[in-house]
């Protein structure tokens, strides 16, 4: 059975796809890229038969930071169904509750399409400070992170946790209908975030507090559009009030395994950096 694999050149699914590689899975890249083994363009519905093409299950990554991707990816949906897609796996988020609007909506109308729906609903991601990031960027130029968290904490998780569990959902390991939320092992406010990539990368990082209107300002600043802006300042403003302060046993229950720390994420991430650098 085939696995597509959206989002492959992304965060989670470029994760996912080598963890599936390496168990031997047969794994199929989807993407807009050269480097994918099929073209997919969530804007091209032409792209969708092919990449469904002998099909059982889907990673799906929904375009990012579509304020409608049910609607940007109702005809990939269509076809899924007629290509007699078995499993849907989405990628959701802890902070939008399956049937609430965006991503919730999607997740909610997988069932009218595949027999076998999971909405996956990670935390903030531990690589949003290492990688292709606006934290990442800001902690590499400037030396801090901005937010509107306040002292909110956030049990942050490594996408390798992400991505085991995924690959867990596309071989039928959770159950149809499932939606866990997906956590670290702890949950760290930004100041200890900040503290911690001191720590690490021997540069001090600090914390700057701004209020919510502020912090839509410098997304928008940074070229978002002023809806999506104000929805990212948002998350914020509830993380201070204490949404993601909590820890759940799905990546243990569903893996087998503990999930990784932000610290040991961080560590094993900006060394590799350092290495790569010096080399
Ligand atoms: N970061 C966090 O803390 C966090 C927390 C919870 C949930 N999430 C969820 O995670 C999602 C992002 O997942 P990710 O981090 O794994 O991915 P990502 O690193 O943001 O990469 C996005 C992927 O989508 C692909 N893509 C973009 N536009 C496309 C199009 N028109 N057609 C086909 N593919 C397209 C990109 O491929 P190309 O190579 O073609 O550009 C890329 O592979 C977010 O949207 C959010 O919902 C994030």
Redesign the pocket.
Known sequence: MTFLI?????????RLARLLDDQGAPVRR????TG?DVR?????PTTHADALSGVRAVYL?????ATDPEARVLPFLEAARDAGVERIVL??????PVGSPG?GTLGARLASFVPHPVVL?????S??FT???PHADSVRRDGEIVSATGQGRIPFID?GD?AAVAAKALQGEVPAGADPVLTGPRTLSFDEVAATLTEVTGRPVHHRHVDVAELSRIHQGFGLPEGFADLLAGMDASIATGSEDRTTTAVQDITGEAPRSFRAFVTAALGAETDTRSA
């Open positions: 959206t989002g492959s050149t992304g965060t989670t699914g470029s989807a993407g807009r890229s994918a997919l363009d969530w804007a091209d990554v929904a375009p990012p930071g990628l959701g988020s802890s902070a939008v991503l609903r990670p935390t903030w991601f690589s949003n990688g292709h990031h996408p992400i």
